[in-house]
């Protein structure tokens, strides 16, 4: 399928993803040309799912995500939507065969979003398999064209790298989900009172999963390699300023990059992939 509504549906998605997140579209541009639309449409996809759980607050929310649920599953199984992202996104699944339970387990961690505002310990694992793991394997499906065996072996590598992301999104966001959305994802833990020392613990598992994640980056098809690695250094960047950022200061502001340091962050990836052979 290659009309022109084909490439105005993943136009969309990739001015979605570039208008969101400007990390992510620069790691997206440095896979190999043939992966880049695949993803574009994939993160087009869960940017929906998420805008609609986090930002629509004058609308019924529940309403709209079941909507958005009973219009994905539509797109898949007649290979159209006239929703142009959906349209894309359907492409992808079926193109690459993508798991469905995959994405019931995504579209069930935006649904927590509608009613979670604390989590025990299994919750938080389960959201964080939904919201961000599963996502990765999303991904890694389309790295994978289909090697199944391959795509095994990556998988809970893959995984450990979208909990460590989802992790700093938490801290980043901690003013956000906090004050503003009335959410606490981590277990136990009394946002408004964060102590230093339960920070750096937190910061001690990210950076536990982040080996582990480093581990599957450098055995990822080496067309994907970069893109994926670009990712991991904005995220070490990231964790590395929340790392020197207060408590207090995180229920402030929301840590971010520049987005000329995110170009030097390009750069430096680059250089340090080849000299490394990463």
């Not at 893959?158 to 460590?164: E, I």
């Amino acid at each position: 399928m290659k009309d022109l509504f084909f490439e105005a549906s993943i136009q969309t998605s990739r001015l979605v993803t570039r208008l969101y997140s400007t990390s992510f579209s620069l790691g997206v541009r440095m896979l190999n040309r043939r992966f880049r639309d695949p993803i574009y449409a994939i993160y087009g996809f869960v940017r929906f799912a998420d805008e609609i759980v986090d930002t629509f607050q004058n609308y019924d929310k529940k309403l709209l995500l079941d909507q958005f649920r009973e219009d994905t599953y539509k797109a898949i199984r007649s290979g159209i939507s006239l929703n142009p992202v959906l349209n894309s996104f359907q492409w992808v699944v079926n193109k690459y065969q993508i798991d469905t339970k995959l994405i019931d387990t995504f579209l069930h961690s935006m649904e927590m979003d509608l009613s979670k505002t604390t989590y025990t310990r299994d919750e938080y694992n389960e959201y964080i398999l939904g919201s961000a793991e599963v996502v990765g394997l999303m991904c890694l499906q389309v790295f994978c064209e289909g090697n199944n065996g391959e795509y095994e072996r990556l998988k809970p590598l893959a995984m450990k790298l979208g909990s460590a992301y989802q992790k700093i999104n938490f801290l980043r966001d901690l003013r956000q989900d906090n004050q503003v959305l009335g959410r606490n994802y981590f277990p136990g833990i009394d946002i408004r009172h964060l102590t230093v020392e339960t920070k750096h613990q937190i910061e001690q598992e990210i950076e536990q999963e982040f080996r582990a994640g480093m581990e599957g980056i450098k055995q990822l098809p080496p067309a994907v390699r970069l893109g994926v690695y670009l990712t991991y250094v904005y995220y070490t960047a990231l964790l590395n300023k929340i790392k020197k950022t207060t408590p207090e200061d995180l229920l402030r502001r929301r840590v971010r990059i520049p987005d000329l340091k995110k170009w030097s962050l390009l750069v430096f990836s680059y250089l340090l992939f080849k000299v490394r052979k990463i």
